[in-house]
């Protein structure tokens, strides 16, 4: 910290504690029930050390929210050996949305389909479909293949899009890339799942 103006020295002993919080949505919630399950998703630090033997790697999340560190699944099996000096950890940001879609837009339990497009095929493998206005607002699906004119999701919708339906694309937020490490694969994390692949 610095003392020269404009900044000052913190409060000394001065703590604050958040003792609850509410959550409000500018879009409206899905039907939720007793099996519905959630994640927030706070800001925070994510720290990736190399450990000299195996698992070969710790890695850690600060949060912001809570003002606690938690202990992740290391990359494990997935290293020879400790981390090097040359790595990154990368995460996309939402700001790298896709334009909006409106239109002649339809949906079957595992695909939005918008007539609209001519999209390259599998472009946005991996990329994440957000429904922002209309049927089934507030869903959102892992994209696994797209053609021409559709995009297949991981996980069937609980409402299928139709005409009313507004959708937009965005890389998938929820995954921390780590790259480097004189390796030519990249791994990946997923936050949600709390699991690396490759």
Known sequence: MSAIAPYALPAVGTAYY?????VSWTNPIPAIDTSTSYFINTGGVWLVSAVATAPWSSFQFYDNLTDTWATKTPLGGQLLAA?????SLEILSKG???ATKVGAISGTART???AGQTLA?????NYS????????????????AN??????IAKPWA???????VYEIHGDTDVIYLIGNGASIIHAYTRKYDMWYT
């Open 18 to 22: 958040i003792e609850s919080c509410d």
């Open 83 to 87: 981390l090097g000096t040359d790595f």
């Open 96 to 98: 790298t949305a896709y």
């Open 112 to 114: 939005l389909v918008d």
């Open 121 to 125: 095929v599998d472009r946005y493998c």
């Open 129 to 144: 479909i957000h429904i922002t206005a209309g049927t089934g607002i507030g869903q959102k699906g892992r994209i696994v």
């Open 147 to 152: 053609g021409a004119t559709y995009f297949e």
């Open 159 to 165: 409402v299928n899009p139709d005409s009313t339906s």
